[in-house]
C-alpha cells in the first residue's frame, strides 16, 4: 500500500511539472533486438531526480521492489519476482559473454529503469512491458533456450550471477531512482541529455574507451543514389529545393558538444540529426557526409542515441579493471548508488 501511494504521488508530480519525462519516455526508434553480438541500445526512464516541489512533502523511497507486474506480448498482465524479470531483461540487452562487472552494471541500471517506469505508470495495471521499442527488452526462459542452444547453462549462469550480486541495488540521487538510460556504442564520448531530451545532471557527455577493436560494426556506412537522398528529404520537407547541382545539395553541417550531429542543410533545409538519423536508418547521430560521383556516403559511428551508459564501453571499462560501481559512476555522474 505504502508503494501505491508513493507511485500515486510520483503521478502527481509528472502530471504537474514533469514535461521532459514524455521524451524520455520514448525509445530509440532504431534500437535492434539482441542478436549478432550486439548489445542493445536502449533509452528509456527511470524517476526524474528533481526535487519535489516543496508543497508536497516527498514520501520516504520504498526501495527496489521485490516484484514486478509486467504486460506480456499477450496482453496478459504477470506479476513476476523481480530478480527473476531481470535475468530476461540482461539477457535480452547485453550479450551474456561481456565481462562480469557489466553485466552486474546493466543489471543494476535495468533494475533503475524498471523502477521508474513503474512509477510512471503509463500501462495502466502493469507497470513496464515487454517491447524494446517502448518500455525494456525482456526474453523468456524459452526464447533464452532458443538463443542460447547448448551453451545456455553457462550464458544463463553469467546473467544470474550479475543480477544477484546487484540484489536490490539501484542509482538514485536524493533516494529517488533515475533516468537511467542507456545505449549500444559511442563514438568517443557519450551524448548530452540535454541535446537528445531535455538537460539531465546526471546524463551528460564523458569519454566512453570502446574502439572499432571492441565493437561489432563500430563504423557503418549508409551509401544513397542522390534520387534517394532527395526523395527522402522532400518526404519530410516538401519545401527543400534541389534544383542546383548535387554537389550543392549538402550544405552547413553542425555538430553537438558531444561530436555528433546536431542539424545539417539538405537541399537548403536545416535538418536535426536525429532526424536525418530516422530518415537513413543511420546506427547513430555521429556521422560524417560525403559527396562523390556516385552519390552519397553517410560513415557512422558507434550505435544508439549516445545517453548515458554505454554498453561497450562498460565492458571495456571492465576489462581494463573497473567494477561495476566504478562504471556506473561514471556513466550516471553525481548518482548514488543504494544497495
Ligand atoms: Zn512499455
Request: with cysteine.
Amino acid at each position: 500500500m505504502k508503494r501505491t501511494i508513493l507511485y500515486a504521488y510520483i503521478a502527481l508530480l509528472v502530471a504537474v511539472g514533469l514535461p521532459f519525462l514524455a521524451n524520455l519516455g520514448q525509445r530509440d526508434p532504431l534500437a535492434a533486438p539482441d542478436g549478432g553480438g550486439e548489445a542493445n541500445p536502449t533509452p528509456s526512464g527511470a524517476v526524474e531526480e528533481a526535487p519535489p516541489p516543496s508543497a508536497l512533502p516527498a514520501p520516504e523511497w520504498p526501495g527496489a521492489p521485490e516484484t514486478i507486474d509486467v504486460l506480456m506480448k499477450d496482453g496478459s498482465v504477470e506479476t513476476m519476482d523481480m530478480q527473476t524479470y531481470l535475468v530476461g531483461v540482461v539477457a535480452a540487452e547485453m550479450p551474456a559473454d561481456f565481462h562480469a562487472e557489466a553485466l552486474k552494471a546493466q543489471a543494476v541500471a535495468a533494475r533503475t529503469y524498471a523502477m521508474y517506469c513503474a512509477a510512471c505508470a503509463k500501462h495502466g495495471p502493469a507497470q513496464i512491458c515487454t517491447d524494446s521499442g517502448c518500455c525494456q527488452a525482456w526474453q523468456s526462459d524459452g526464447e533464452l533456450r532458443d538463443k542460447w542452444g547448448e551453451l545456455y547453462h553457462e550464458k544463463l549462469e553469467n546473467i544470474r550471477a550479475a543480477v544477484e550480486g546487484t540484489r536490490r541495488e539501484y542509482l538514485a540521487v536524493g533516494g529517488w531512482p533515475v533516468f537511467a538510460a542507456f545505449h549500444s556504442s559511442s563514438a568517443g564520448a557519450t551524448e548530452n541529455s540535454a541535446d537528445v531530451w531535455s538537460a539531465v545532471p546526471y546524463l551528460v557527455s564523458v569519454e566512453s574507451p570502446e574502439t572499432a577493436e571492441d565493437v561489432p560494426n563500430y563504423v557503418s556506412t549508409v551509401r544513397c543514389s542522390p534520387i534517394d537522398l532527395r526523395d527522402a528529404v522532400l518526404s519530410a520537407h516538401p519545401e527543400a529545393d534541389f534544383s542546383g547541382a548535387e554537389e550543392t545539395w549538402v550544405g552547413a553541417l553542425r555538430r553537438d558538444g558531444s561530436g555528433r550531429v546536431s542539424s545539417v542543410t539538405l537541399g537548403g533545409v536545416e535538418l536535426d540529426g536525429k532526424e536525418v538519423r530516422a530518415l537513413f536508418s543511420l546506427r547513430s547521430t555521429a556521422f560524417e557526409l560525403a559527396y562523390d560521383a556516385g552519390g552519397f556516403t553517410f560513415t557512422v559511428t558507434g550505435f544508439g542515441h549516445g545517453v548515458g551508459m554505454s554498453q561497450y564501453g562498460a565492458d571495456k571499462m571492465a576489462r581494463l579493471g573497473a567494477d561495476y560501481t566504478e562504471i556506473l559512476a561514471h556513466y550516471y555522474p553525481g548518482t548514488e548508488l543504494v544497495k
